[in-house]
T-cell receptor
Framework: SQTIHQWPATLVQPVGSPLSLECTVE??????LYWYRQAAGRGLQLLFY??????ISSEVPQNLSASRPQDRQFILSSKKLLLSDSGFYLC?????????????FGPGTRLLVL | RKEVEQDPGPFNVPEGATVAFNCTYS??????FFWYRQDCRKEPKLLMS???SGNEDGRFTAQLNRASQYISLLIRDSKLSDSATYLC??????????????FGSGTQLTVLP
């Protein structure tokens, strides 16, 4: 069966510091991968998605970036965090080919920028 | 106008009650529809897909009206464990060919003893 991992689970970082969040998927090949952010009391906002290694699409211009160095690895980064980057970051995967595919979420990383 | 709109609630209902959530979506090209459940401080988890003919999974019934661009979720015989936020989710094919999901902000349900 497929599993999705995210780390760290929680993170407290000062403004201006760098960020690296990692997501890995097991048990599937060539998944679509997604990064979302959920601010407190709000809905999920799609940040990035990837249909393959090295292929990244950005949905919202911001100081975050994403990379996919391996088929089942997705990384979210920032060079300098802002206070507004605080939130719950969720990685998700979906099968590449299924026409009615849904997305499956990792446990998330809770980020607090101070 | 939001792409997916839900009544945020909160809905506070007694155990055993029947509760219904509604959702409207704006993109007529949307292809697939889902209800997710999100517990406090946890990730969203798929509750059920929503099919054109309507579908049922135990105490949960989902309906889709494409003409009105409307989705519903009915929960019968509510349990305490049903307390969560219910997210209405719609997908479409993006220009990059990945299926993108658009999430509603969620409807909060609390089932009271």
């Amino acid at each position: 069966s497929q599993t999705i991992h995210q780390w760290p689970a929680t993170l407290v970082q000062p403004v201006g510091s760098p960020l690296s969040l990692e997501c890995t998927v097991e048990g599937t090949s060539n998944p679509n991968l997604y990064w979302y952010r959920q601010a407190a009391g709000r809905g999920l906002q799609l940040l990035f998605y990837s249909v393959g290694i090295g292929q990244i699409s950005s949905e919202v211009p911001q100081n975050l970036s994403a990379s996919r160095p391996q088929d089942r690895q997705f990384i979210l980064s920032s060079k300098k965090l802002l206070l507004s980057d605080s939130g719950f970051y969720l990685c998700a995967w979906s099968p590449g080919e299924a026409p009615r595919e849904t997305q499956y979420f990792g446990p998330g990383t809770r980020l607090l920028v101070l | 106008r939001k792409e997916v709109e839900q009544d945020p609630g909160p809905f506070n209902v007694p155990e055993g009650a029947t509760v219904a959530f509604n959702c409207t979506y704006s993109n007529s090209a949307s292809q697939s529809f889902f209800w997710y459940r999100q517990d406090c401080r946890k990730e969203p988890k798929l509750l059920m897909s929503v099919y054109s003919s309507g579908n049922e999974d135990g105490r949960f019934t989902a309906q889709l009206n494409r003409a009105s661009q409307y989705i519903s979720l009915l929960i019968r015989d509510s349990k305490l464990s049903d307390s969560a936020t219910y997210l209405c989710v719609v997908n479409f094919i993006s220009s990059g060919s990945a299926r993108q999901l658009t999430f509603g902000s969620g409807t909060q349900l609390t089932v009271l003893p």
